[in-house]
């Protein structure tokens, strides 16, 4: 069963919004065996919407459109619906009485006439319920092709897509098994681990391929196989994972594509007992907004110090102004004595700190912009690392954010404390 996801509005072709809804569409299709053939974003245009259906129409098993379902005049999918399944306009006598009762309990107004006027939608299509709106979903057929026009609000879109489409689709339809295993591997380039899994990936099966999705100091490798014997593409799937893991095992670090390093590392302080603090310069506090951003991060993460400016870290970190004067700001000296200070100042098991050149411009130093130290204080010992990411800006400050946390991990990981 092949899929085309189709975002309707000028506001995302000309960038003031992002489509979010195909990525969410997407992945709920895919974990029932819905292939996504493509994905299309247009304009607001009536013969533009006509000229996409028609494309489509008996090219692709179901075609799933968000947006242009509001009340207002630029809002025009469901008139262009009519136009398109030769049908009317007629109200929904249902739809228009959930909408009165949503304007009175939620918003403790009257619906005014406009909003009513959502209840009107073609009358061959079957309703699918908006709980969260006003504008409710719409199911139509054509030939050989199911449309699906749903709102483009994402909360709302949401909401069907799991309460209605992926319910009626698996009671209605026959598809194919789709399983996904992703494997996320941290410290190697994507180069560096396609050479060294070549023999592996070249004795894959037909029906399961491999994809790389690399991305700043990681590596995913996604596993998917598609079949109708759901048990062959598992002990498959499986089995070479194995295989795989024998070959580049010292870089996995894991196996959910929603597991990020983040939640590795907050899992393994929480099973470890052990508390972190960050001192940071270079990367502004993205560590500790990446480390809080996991839930329950209050019981590993005690705070942070973004000491930027050189005066911070003699005022707020305690380092001796003669370290400035014998070492530059950007030193892995530097970086051993912010994340001593702020080791000692939290009272914490670990500490990471950084220190570095992320440009475009050197700041208060000499050295070479892109450079950037990491200190990682433990138990035992103060590990420093110097890296150069080069540039520009934004990747410098990812990769060291990325780099923090591997080290982290890894130690962690090394020693059990």
Avoid at 62 to 68: K, Q
Avoid at 394 to 402: F, H, L, Q, S, T
Wanted: proline residues 3%.
């Amino acid at each position: 069963m092949k899929a085309t996801i189709v975002t309707i509005g000028d506001e995302i072709l000309i960038g003031q919004i992002v489509d979010t809804n195909s990525g969410f569409i997407a992945k709920a299709l895919d974990k029932i065996g819905v292939e996504i053939h493509e994905m299309i974003s247009i304009s607001d245009n009536k013969k533009h919407i006509i000229n996409t259906f028609s494309q489509l129409q008996n090219q692709v098993d179901l075609v799933v459109i968000t947006g242009g379902l509001g009340p207002t005049k630029d809002d025009i999918t469901k008139r262009t619906f009519c136009e398109y399944f030769n049908d009317e306009l007629i109200r929904n006598q249902v739809v228009e009485d959930h909408i009165v009762d949503l304007f009175q309990r939620v918003l403790k107004i009257e619906a005014s006439q406009v909003n009513k006027d959502q209840a009107l939608v073609p009358s061959q299509c079957q309703i699918l319920h908006n709980a969260n709106g006003t504008a409710p979903g719409m199911w139509m057929k054509k030939e050989n092709t199911v449309f699906i026009s749903l709102p483009g609000v994402p909360y709302e879109m949401k909401a069907i897509v799991t309460d209605a489409i992926i319910p009626k689709i698996v009671a209605e339809y026959k598809r194919p098994y789709i399983i996904h295993k992703t494997i996320l591997t941290y410290g190697q380039g994507e180069s560096i681990v396609a050479e060294r899994i070549e023999n592996w990936e070249n004795n894959l099966p037909d029906f399961i391929k491999l994809a790389y999705l690399p991305s700043p100091g990681r590596v995913r490798l996604r596993l998917s196989a598609r079949g109708t014997d759901k048990e062959l593409l598992t002990q498959t799937i499986e089995k070479n994972v194995i295989a795989l893991t024998k070959i580049i095992g010292d870089i996995i670090v894991g196996f959910d594509d929603n597991e990020t390093i983040e939640v590795m590392v907050g899992r393994l302080l929480t099973q470890h007992n052990k508390t972190i603090a960050t001192a940071e310069s270079c990367t502004g506090g993205k560590i500790a907004q990446v480390l809080t951003s996991v839930a329950g991060a209050s019981n590993y993460f005690s705070g942070s110090v973004v000491s930027y400016k050189t005066q911070t870290k003699i005022d707020v970190l305690n380092i001796p102004e003669e370290v400035f004067i014998t070492n530059d700001v950007v030193s892995g000296e530097v970086a051993k004595q912010m994340a001593l200070s702020v080791q000692q100042l939290m009272n914490t098991d670990y500490a990471i700190a950084t220190t570095g050149n992320a440009g475009p411009t050197s700041g208060d130093s000499k050295t070479q912009i892109g450079t950037v130290f990491i200190a990682l204080a433990t138990p035992a010992e103060v590990i420093v690392i110097e890296y150069n990411f080069g540039q520009p800006r934004d990747k410098v400050i990812d990769r060291a954010v990325n780099k923090s946390l591997e080290m982290l991990q890894k130690e962690i990981l090394k020693n059990g404390f």
